[in-house]
């Protein structure tokens, strides 16, 4: 969420960043305005009204004692609470509005990321060289069937379209991903967290996912009660609620977490031909990395998150590209955002496997999390994530990248410790 005083002081500048990721939102900025000068004079008010009722208040005793009649200031305190109550419901009316309408916006992008859509991403760098084959190269999806490693076809049969089933070595490089992006975030002194895959309202919005893009997640709903939950789409929207409604200490900051969660999206199951196989699921894996800091500490946050999601990559040997996102393509609660994005060969172009981003202080003030300063004054902390990495998509960069003319694919170095030594993994008889 935004800062109600940004937007008082500055709104063309507030409108101009958002016109940065091509949207036209000048007539919620003005209705903004118009409430919250409302909601500021019936604030005004009512605090006026009760200052006459306490003074009111203050008279009756007075009178009494002196053997006065203060019949006349009782019906005047009557008046007044009669007015106040009704003043009362209609600044929460306009409290509530205001609400409503800051919570629509998005964040607003940084000054130097670029404006437009994701034809203006900018290519920052490129990482090792793209593999060349002096045989035809197969595509992932052959491959992994051929090896043993997915089961398309019983995936569909238990999850539908979008679904797969990792079996035998394809178990195993799974896990032993997972294992190693893991292992090497504890290495770097980030707390391992295992949370709830079902979360409640307030974690979506405090991430920023609602109420905007409630209906791309799965809903689930309590038949015995009005329980409803929903399936995390990211960890990134449990770590961030972590410490909602918390105040934290300086010295506390900064506070890094890793989560693994399978992840569940509504949105993914393209049909497209070229993405088959795992480039697009429902339900996939992640390790995500947050970080919470001060705001002068979170430029210096985010470049060790893409610098920690780069290094992952290149232990694996997988090249791959650096995509600075520009402000349309950046997601809504983000005011930067930086692609980490592998080669696969078979399809031409570079997918993501991660997306690092700083949310600055969007989710902590949805979110009410604070930390008390060297001064003792109130500030609210910055939020950043990156994925450390998702699977999905590296494993179709390795068995692409890593093949051989025999059909086998070469499994990557740091990942052979976590498959029992195995360095080949070869077409099944």
Wanted: net charge negative.
């Amino acid at each position: 969420m935004l800062d109600i005083k940004l937007i008082r002081e500055n709104p063309d500048y507030v409108k101009a960043a958002i016109h940065k990721r091509e949207m036209d939102l000048d007539h919620v900025i003005d209705e903004i305005l118009d409430v919250d000068q409302k909601r500021r004079e019936a604030t005004g008010a009512v605090e006026a009204k009760k200052a006459q009722q306490n003074a009111a208040s203050k008279e009756i005793p007075k009178i009494k004692k002196a053997g006065g009649d203060a019949s006349e200031v009782l019906a005047r305190m009557k008046t007044l609470s009669e007015e106040i109550k009704e003043a009362d419901a209609a600044l929460s009316e306009l409290n509530e509005k205001q609400q409503t309408l800051m919570a629509s916006l998005p964040n607003l992008p940084d000054e130097d990321v670029q404006p437009g859509g994701k034809e203006q991403n900018i290519p920052d760098h490129v990482w090792g060289e793209k593999p060349q084959f002096d045989f035809e190269p197969k595509d992932h999806v052959t491959l992994c069937e051929s090896l043993g490693m997915i089961d398309y076809p019983r995936g569909a049969k238990l999850g539908g379209n979008g679904a797969w089933v990792y079996r035998g070595w394809g178990a195993r490089m799974e896990w032993a991903l997972l294992n190693f992006f893991i292992n090497e975030h504890l290495n770097d002194g980030y707390e391992l967290i295992l949370p709830p895959h079902m979360l409640n309202y307030e974690c979506g919005y405090v991430a920023g996912q609602f109420p905007k893009f409630s209906d791309e997640v799965y809903w689930i709903q309590n038949p015995t009660s009005s329980d409803r939950k929903f399936l995390l789409p990211t960890a990134e929207t449990a770590l961030v609620n972590l410490h909602r409604d918390e105040i934290l200490s300086a010295d506390e900051l900064p506070k890094k977490y890793i989560a693994y969660t399978p992840c569940y999206r509504r949105e993914a199951g393209s049909y497209r031909s070229e993405e088959r196989g795992m480039i697009r699921g429902h339900q996939f894996n992640k390790v995500e990395m947050v970080q919470y800091t001060k705001p002068e500490d979170s430029d210096r946050a985010f470049q060790e998150l893409v610098g920690k999601a780069e290094r992952l990559v290149q232990e694996l040997g997988l090249h791959y590209r650096l995509s600075r996102l520009a402000a349309g393509d950046c997601s809504a609660s983000m005011a930067r955002t930086y692609d980490i994005e592998v080669w696969i060969p078979s399809m031409g172009i570079y997918k993501e496997v991660s997306s690092a981003s700083n949310a600055r202080a969007y989710q902590a003030r949805r979110g009410n999390i604070k930390y008390r300063d060297e001064n003792r004054k109130l500030q609210f902390v910055h939020t950043l994530n990156a994925s450390g990495l998702a699977t999905s998509r590296v494993m179709p960069a390795i068995v692409e990248q890593y093949q051989n003319a025999d059909g086998s694919v070469t499994v990557p170095e740091v990942l052979r410790p976590y498959m029992g030594g195995v360095d080949v993994i070869r077409p099944q008889k």
